[in-house]
């Protein structure tokens, strides 16, 4: 578990309140379910009386005996064909109703975890995330027909029988009644204190394994860079092997449990069955009263000889619903305010006005009192050391954080105040390391606009410089460029991510180092494609190599959160002892003494 995600206080009842309120917002499949699936389990109560009179009219065998058998056997044939027609009836609703249940789950997880801060991204694994979700969409499955298929006729029969056997015989009602109440507290007890500790150490390697193999196989060109194919077995198979044992000892714990569970129902059953026999010996009972006894717990044993099965598979489908709910409760910590109203960004006028910001974690903050102003349409450079807040100031212009004081305007709207949607959606980003969807390149280049026609796509290719060679590949726009893109080379990738940017003509346009890393055609290509795509846009440039913003109108220098220099490349190299000439200097010699 994740130190961001919340603690459940009480597992079983914060999951049971989750699956609750899904209960009700499907109240009438919930209704069905629960209503027929009672009715069709009465009939099981009902039957032990009948073959009562059965056994009773076979054993007279009297002119009367005849009619009576045949009435008994009408009512245990329409007792029969009820428990059917109910029992179908209530599973075609609780299929409907999970199905509903588990659609709205999925889509529910969705939502939040891609409104989810960058942060909490950072701090989980894709491939954990993923298994927590789909996990907990199947424990659904299970917790429902636990409780509906199983537990639910479990009661309806304990209780119907014991009220009709007590009805005959009190003592016979109260045997069934207390040896069943006490089986299954004592089968829960053991569940809930001795095996599910056990499950949930299992459970949290399991999603461990699913961390691990995700974190290998999304990295798998690095580690076949470094031929480290044997290490990641190794750290995978430590994993694995710590959830055999965990596993292992679940699964023995539930096996002794289950050992337990049939030495108890075996002395039940020799005491009911010897009650009935004594009261018939005493000649309180007739041997039809006896076959109802030994028939209605046969029933009820039927019921019960499972209840240790389905406690386990009820704290199960609680452990794994777990993770599910944590995410439900886990606060989405950058969220659109009430009333916030769509963005309408036209001019790009950036404001800093007196911003404070600090990290969760740290201390002290990284901004303190940060005000400057980006005119629509000025191209402005990020430069300075790593840390400097570079990086921060673009995200706080995005949103992806929120100040801890002042405020940020764009074009004189706080960005606290508007949708996160629109605000986005005026800000188109070309990063150092551009992510494509496993989709084709259309998609990709249309991610910005899925409504744009094919020519509004392909002129943004061309644009980019990325026509071309879209038009070699086999299948053209209609490519699927593999996860992340890795199907494409670094500068195909660039040119894809500013073809979106040209699509999506957004009035504010952040570029991360975008030819950095390329070879001199590729970077010819890009140069090119940025300089189209910076005209007429406000431009903020992060600079890692300063040669990339000589030409920009200013460039702001950061040290330690600080704006400590800004101004043209001419009047900042002009500085004695500045930072950014410093900087330069460095990187100018460092070119002059390469081979």
């Avoid at 702001?556 to 900042?572: M, R, W």
Wanted: glycine content about 8%; charged content about 20%.
């Amino acid at each position: 578990m994740s130190s961001l995600e919340p603690k459940l206080a009480s597992p079983f009842r914060a999951v049971f309140g989750f699956v609750g309120r899904r209960w009700l917002e499907h109240r009438a499949l919930f209704a069905v379910t629960a209503v027929a699936m009672v009715l069709g389990t009465l009939t099981d109560v009902f039957m032990p009386l009948y073959a009562g009179d059965l056994i009773n009219a076979v054993a007279s065998r009297n002119a009367a005996s005849l009619h009576a058998a045949l009435m008994a056997l009408a009512m245990i044939a329409f007792l029969g064909a009820a428990q059917t027609v109910m029992r179908y009836v209530a599973f075609r609703a609780v299929v409907a109703l999970t199905l509903h249940m588990m659609a709205g789950m999925a889509r529910a997880a969705f939502f939040r975890v891609q409104r989810f801060a960058s942060d909490w991204h950072a701090n989980n694994f894709a491939g954990a995330i993923v298994r927590k979700i789909t996990r907990g969409i199947w424990a659904v499955d299970l917790l429902n027909d636990t409780v509906l298929v199983a537990f639910l006729p479990a009661l309806a029969v304990l209780i119907g029988t014991s009220l009709m056997l007590g009805l005959q015989s009190p003592a016979m009602g109260l045997l069934i009644a207390f040896g069943a109440i006490a089986y299954i507290g004592v089968t829960a007890l053991m569940q809930i204190k001795y095996v599910v500790p056990a499950a949930q150490l299992s459970n949290r390697l399991d999603t461990a394994i699913g961390g691990a193999l995700a974190d290998a196989v999304s990295c798998n060109a690095v580690v076949k860079g470094f031929a480290a194919e044997a290490r990641e077995d190794a750290i995978l198979a430590r994993v694995v092997d710590k959830w055999q044992r965990r596993t292992s000892r679940f699964w023995m714990r539930s096996t002794l449990v289950g050992t337990g569970q049939s030495a108890a129902l075996m002395a039940l059953r020799a005491a009911i069955i010897g009650l009935a026999l004594y009261l018939w010996w005493i000649r309180r009972a007739s041997a039809g009263e006896v076959a109802t006894v030994i028939t209605a717990y046969l029933i009820v044993l039927g019921y019960l000889r499972d209840v240790g099965y389905h406690i386990a598979n009820l704290q199960r489908s609680v452990n794994e619903m777990e993770d599910m709910v944590r995410l439900q409760e886990q606060e989405i910590s950058i969220a659109d305010r009430p009333g916030a109203m769509p963005a309408a960004i036209v001019r790009g006028t950036i404001v800093f006005d007196r911003v404070d910001f600090a990290y969760g974690n740290h201390a002290s903050p990284l901004f303190r009192d940060l005000s400057v102003t980006i005119a629509p349409g000025e191209r402005v450079g990020l430069v300075g050391h790593s840390g400097s807040g570079k990086t921060t100031f673009v995200k706080l212009i995005q949103r992806l954080h929120d100040v801890t004081g002042g405020k940020i305007l764009i074009d004189g709207q706080n960005t606290a105040h508007v949708t996160q949607e629109s605000l986005r959606a005026s800000i188109a980003i070309v990063a150092q390391e551009p992510i494509l969807f496993h989709r084709s390149l259309a998609e990709n280049i249309a991610y910005g606009r899925p409504e744009a026609t094919a020519a509004e796509i392909e002129n943004a290719a061309m644009l980019a410089n990325a026509h071309d060679f879209i038009m070699r590949l086999p299948n053209g726009y209609r490519t699927l460029v593999g996860e992340r893109g890795v199907k494409l080379s670094g500068g195909e990738r660039q040119r894809v991510a500013i073809a979106r940017a040209f699509l999506a003509d957004a009035p504010i346009l952040i570029l991360d180092e975008a030819t950095a890393s390329l070879d001199s055609e590729s970077e010819a290509l890009i140069q090119q494609a940025v300089e189209r795509l910076m005209t007429g846009r406000t431009v903020i440039v992060v600079a890692h190599r300063l040669s990339t913003v000589r030409a920009l109108d200013r460039i702001l220098v950061f040290d330690q959160g600080s704006i400590v220099e800004q101004g043209t490349h001419e009047a900042l190299t002009a500085a004695h002892g500045g930072i950014y000439r410093r900087l330069f200097e460095r990187q100018a010699l460092g070119l002059m003494t390469q081979p």
